[in-house]
């Protein structure tokens, strides 16, 4: 829905979690919106707009490249990865999907989506098949798109489902294209997490696909889910809440213990308000969570029962574990990395 500069090293002043983070960097400045982030090679890849794709190298920080993929000015909000390249769409019609070799950085638009109502809200790559959510068509048919790739082949198709013709959104359901993590995926299971006057959950497997209605904060095209994680078949987790109300927290964070058929509201009241990316910690069960909107960065030890506001720092959009003690944020003309201790 609808230039590099040396890093910067600075402290934040930070509530009760103080004793455990340390040190937050910036890594990263430039004139650019990134909501889309990958970790490969120990380098922090990242799109965002002006056509730009590029990398930090994370044991060098002045290893860093940038290239602009286009000369139009682009807005890639969308990243993903299979074994030798990455993948990125702009979000406006048509929506272009370059192909980047990741060792040579050569990169080819190897298909366009020309229809009026294409806007690309993720993409999500299982193993070599990537899987691309758009904004529904005309007829609100849901818009499920997979790539298949391969060393010289590519191909692209509206995926079909064995229980469904045709599967169908609400007037006024989409998604929101915050941070490319309205898709999560654990072995053979594909979640999708729509938004707007209905916030629901789309699962997937084997190309049946079920869908099933949410508690979660909805009705108003700025209201829903923005963000999920999935730690296994059963434990998942979904954030968001309202773009227009950055401070409201209702009904804003969930989770599931059935693979996302029921959810449990959590927090409700009780949180730093509207989040845009959550992220299960490595090797945490679950228990372990971070979080992002643009006026917070916060943190769960409880299976996200509960959370505490680490970081009043404004204007990140994605987040990204690196490993158990090192997360990357990325947002409006920055990319940050945060070391915690436990």
């Not at 920080?61 to 769409?89: A, D, H, P, V, W």
């Not at 994680?229 to 209702?250: E, M, R, S, W």
């Amino acid at each position: 829905m609808k230039k590099l500069l040396p890093f910067l090293f600075s402290f934040f002043g930070i509530f009760t979690f103080s004793q455990q983070i340390e040190s937050f960097k910036t890594i990263l400045n430039d004139k650019i919106s990134i909501r889309a982030l990958e970790i490969y090679d120990n380098k922090v890849w990242y799109s965002g707009t002006d056509s730009k794709f590029g990398f930090v190298d994370l044991k060098n920080l002045k290893n860093q490249k940038q290239i602009r993929l286009s000369e139009k000015k682009l807005q890639f909000r969308t990243l993903g990865e299979s074994k030798n390249f990455f993948y990125t769409i702009n979000i406006e019609s048509p929506a272009e999907f370059f192909k980047i070799n990741k060792k040579s950085l050569k990169y080819e638009i190897v298909f366009r989506d020309t229809a009026k109502t294409a806007f690309y809200d993720a993409l999500h790559f299982v193993n070599e098949a990537g899987f691309a959510f758009s904004d529904p068509d005309k007829d609100l048919n849901l818009k499920l798109v997979t790539l298949l790739a391969s060393k010289n082949n590519y191909s692209f198709y509206n995926v079909g489902f064995t229980n469904h013709d045709r599967v169908k959104l609400k007037e006024g359901e989409a998604a929101f294209a915050a941070s490319n993590t309205n898709i999560a995926s654990y072995k053979s299971n594909l979640w999708i997490a729509t938004g707007g006057k209905s916030s629901r959950i789309l699962r997937m497997k084997n190309l049946s696909i079920e869908v099933f209605e949410t508690p979660f904060i909805q009705g108003e095209s700025s209201q829903g889910m923005y963000s999920i994680d999935f730690l296994n078949d059963k434990f998942g987790i979904a954030v968001g809440g309202d773009y227009t109300k950055q401070d409201a927290n209702i009904n804003n964070i969930a989770t599931t213990n059935d693979g996302g058929e029921t959810w449990q509201i959590q927090a409700s009241g009780k949180n730093a308000g509207y989040t845009t990316c959550v992220k299960i910690k490595p090797n945490s069960n679950g228990k372990e969570i971070i979080s992002v909107g643009d006026q917070h960065i916060s943190y769960s030890s409880d299976f996200g029962k509960t959370w505490t506001k680490i970081s009043d720092e404004k204007g990140f959009f994605v987040c990204k574990w690196v490993d158990e003690n090192t997360v990357v944020f990325a947002g409006n003309g920055k990319i940050s990395v945060m070391k915690l201790k436990f």
